[in-house]
């Protein structure tokens, strides 16, 4: 039975870019009647992807954007879209925060401010709040105190964060890059670390990763090992072995942690 500290991740997405088996990237973190959202993939599947999961958009208040790549961003304006519309019907109450740091806010923003209707765009400073962060920085969204730092990534500015949840236990979102040692004390010890895991190694010369600038699912249980994680959860994967891929990348974590070892299909929820 949960208790009041009990808190849910919710993977509405666990595909890199360019998949069409399963939906980008994203997720939800649930304490209570508190709603984080992580992103929002690359379309309006993010609205399917929330109904099939039972999370209404009246319900979510907070999002948080890594990046501005298109299959992290393009969901957003979705996003925003719609809950501007519940906005005008009298549907949804209270402000709808969105944080991210200065190129992802301002990518959104001109986004949405070139390709919506104007009535939706005048919600954007009334009702629907853009909230720059900067590196090292500490706020509230959606219930949780998120700390986010630059991940140092090559190809696109981008943060992780990390939170401290409810039962006080620490999880790390690291991006869909490889961890930089510049963030290791955001990282070591974390009771719960998100980490993307572009193949497995054995795959490693079918789908590049490396050329990619991502890693492996040997190399996420590798770096889970050397800091002393609890709980790793992959993501951002190909999506050409996904009949395979919960037991072929959990195996290969495996055999350089000994830890818990997660590899969640769209819409699997998980209590953390």
Same mark, same amino acid.
């Given at each position: 039975m949960k208790t009041d500290k009990t808190t849910e991740l919710i993977m509405l997405g666990t595909g890199n870019a360019a998949v069409? /088996?399963?939906?980008?990237?994203?997720f939800a973190i649930r304490h209570q009647d508190s709603t984080l959202l992580i992103d929002a993939g690359g379309g309006n599947g993010i609205l399917v992807q929330l109904e099939k999961v039972g999370i209404a958009l009246t319900d979510i208040h907070a999002m948080f954007i890594t990046?501005?790549?298109?299959d992290?961003? %393009?969901?957003? $304006? +979705?996003i925003v879209r719609v809950i501007a519309q519940q906005m005008q019907a009298g549907k949804y109450s209270g402000t709808f925060h969105i944080y991210g740091h200065d190129k992802a806010i301002h990518v959104l923003d001109w986004i949405c401010s070139m390709t919506l209707p104007t009535k939706i765009v005048a919600r954007? #400073?009334?009702?629907?709040?853009l909230h720059t962060v900067d590196n090292g920085m500490s706020f509230e969204a959606g219930g949780f105190t998120l700390e986010c730092f630059d991940i140092a990534s090559t190809k696109e &500015?981008?943060? #992780?964060? /990390?939170?401290? %949840?409810?039962? #006080? &236990?620490? %999880?790390?979102? %690291?991006?869909?890059?490889?961890?930089?040692?510049?963030?290791?004390?955001? $990282?070591?010890?974390?009771? +719960?670390?998100?980490c993307e895991a572009f193949c497995l190694y054995d795959d490693r010369e079918r789908f590049k990763p490396y050329e990619k600038h991502h890693s492996t699912a040997l190399d996420a249980g590798r770096l889970a090992s050397k800091l002393n994680v609890k709980n790793l959860l992959l993501y951002h994967t190909e999506d &050409?072995?996904?009949?395979? /891929?919960?037991?072929?990348y959990t195996a290969e974590a495996r055999k350089e942690f000994s830890g818990n070892v997660y590899v969640p299909d769209d819409l699997e929820k998980i209590v953390l």
């Open positions: 069409t /088996r399963c939906y980008n990237t994203c990046h501005a790549h298109t992290h961003i %393009l969901g957003a $304006v +979705w954007l #400073g009334n009702g629907i709040e &500015k981008q943060y #992780g964060f /990390r939170t401290i %949840l409810p039962d #006080g &236990k620490k %999880l790390v979102c %690291l991006g869909d890059e490889p961890y930089n040692e510049i963030n290791h004390d955001y $990282v070591a010890g974390a009771d +719960w670390l998100l &050409k072995t996904l009949e395979t /891929r919960k037991e072929r």
